[in-house]
T-cell receptor, first 115, second 115 residues
Framework: AQSVTQLGSHVSVSEGALVLLRCNYS??????LFWYVQYPNQGLQLLLK??????LVKGINGFEAEFKKSETSFHLTKPSAHMSDAAEYFC?????????????FGSGTRLSIRP | EPEVTQTPSHQVTQMGQEVILRCVPI?????FYWYRQILGQKVEFLVS????????KSEIFDDQFSVERPDGSNFTLKIRSTKLEDSAMYFC?????????????FGDGTRLSIL
């Protein structure tokens, strides 16, 4: 079965510091992976997606993620944190079986930015 | 950019009452989904819908739940007899046709509070 595990329910970094949010996946086939962001009282916004075209994926707002098969990881990074990056971040994987392809979410990581 | 819209943003209902959550997916999308997020927990898949029928449903989606696409634009989730544990944020999502690896686009959610 497809699953993702996010390490760290809460990450706090200083403004301007590197952001690293960790995600590991489990999949019986080459996975299709996503990162979504949820700002307070808002819905889920797609940050980026990996669909096997390139291992380094660039997304919106300066975020990127690297797919590493050997480590079964898909960590999200941003070189320099901004106060507006404070939000909940969800790693997700496409489900198998149905063509409708549900998304399976990780438990989320809350990112806080210190001034 | 086209958006998925959900109404109402907040619904308060007495336990045992029926509730209908409404969604307008992106107009040219063909796959529709409902997810829920209980406060402080991960986003969970409920049901997917394609070609006027349910494609897949989770174990959460029991006989108390139903979905409908009553016309060409709306997609609804009905809970027949609400329970306290139905209190959650409910997200609608839609996806275009073709490549099953295209991302799902989410609405801002409906917060359902059962009293």
């Amino acid at each position: 079965a497809q699953s993702v595990t996010q390490l760290g329910s809460h990450v706090s970094v200083s403004e301007g510091a590197l952001v690293l949010l960790r995600c590991n996946y489990s999949s019986s086939v080459p996975p299709y992976l996503f990162w979504y962001v949820q700002y307070p009282n808002q819905g889920l916004q797609l940050l980026l997606k990996y669909t096997s075209a390139a291992t380094l994926v660039k997304g919106i707002n300066g975020f990127e993620a690297e797919f590493k098969k050997s480590e079964t990881s898909f960590h999200l990074t941003k070189p320099s944190a901004h106060m507006s990056d404070a939000a909940e971040y969800f790693c997700a994987v496409k489900g198998l079986g149905s063509s409708a392809s549900k998304i399976i979410f990780g438990s989320g990581t809350r990112l806080s930015i210190r001034p | 950019e086209p958006e998925v819209t959900q109404t109402p943003s907040h619904q308060v209902t007495q336990m045992g009452q029926e509730v209908i959550l409404r969604c307008v997916p992106i107009s040219n999308h063909l796959y529709f989904y409902w997810y829920r997020q209980i406060l402080g927990q991960k986003v969970e898949f409920l049901v997917s819908f394609y070609n006027n029928e349910i494609s897949e449903k989770s174990e959460i989606f029991d006989d108390q739940f139903s979905v409908e696409r009553p016309d060409g634009s709306n997609f609804t989730l009905k809970i027949r007899s609400t329970k306290l544990e139905d209190s959650a944020m409910y997200f609608c999502a839609s996806r275009g046709d073709g490549d099953g690896n295209q991302p799902q686009h989410f609405g801002d959610g409906t917060r359902l509070s059962i009293l």
